[in-house]
């Protein structure tokens, strides 16, 4: 694990899709620790090299992953929230 997360959060509807698919919710989890570990899922390299100078300097990171539904996870700078969100509710 690249960084320790704080709390973990879901907007509304993560949360309502997670307790409908159990499939989606493991991937959900899944994504969070591809996060946690330095895999920044689906975005541009710019985006990638942005989130390995983060993790040095203390900044927000933010990741994207994409199966059926993409799905976005914020981390902020003071690593206490974990955001996970459908693009559509940014």
Not at 6 to 21: A, D, H, K, N, Q
Not at 38 to 64: H, V
Request: proline residues 1%; negative net charge; contains cysteine.
């Amino acid at each position: 694990m690249k960084f320790q997360t704080g709390t973990i959060v879901f907007t509304r509807g993560v949360y309502s899709l997670m307790e409908e698919s159990k499939e989606f919710s493991e991937f959900v989890f899944s994504s969070l620790g591809k996060h946690q570990n330095g895999d920044w899922g689906n975005c541009c390299s710019g985006d990638k090299k942005l989130n390995d100078e983060a993790l040095i300097k203390g900044s927000r990171l933010f990741s994207t992953y994409l199966e059926e539904k993409k799905i976005y996870i914020i981390t902020e700078w003071d690593r206490s929230v974990n955001t996970i969100l459908f693009p559509e509710e940014y």
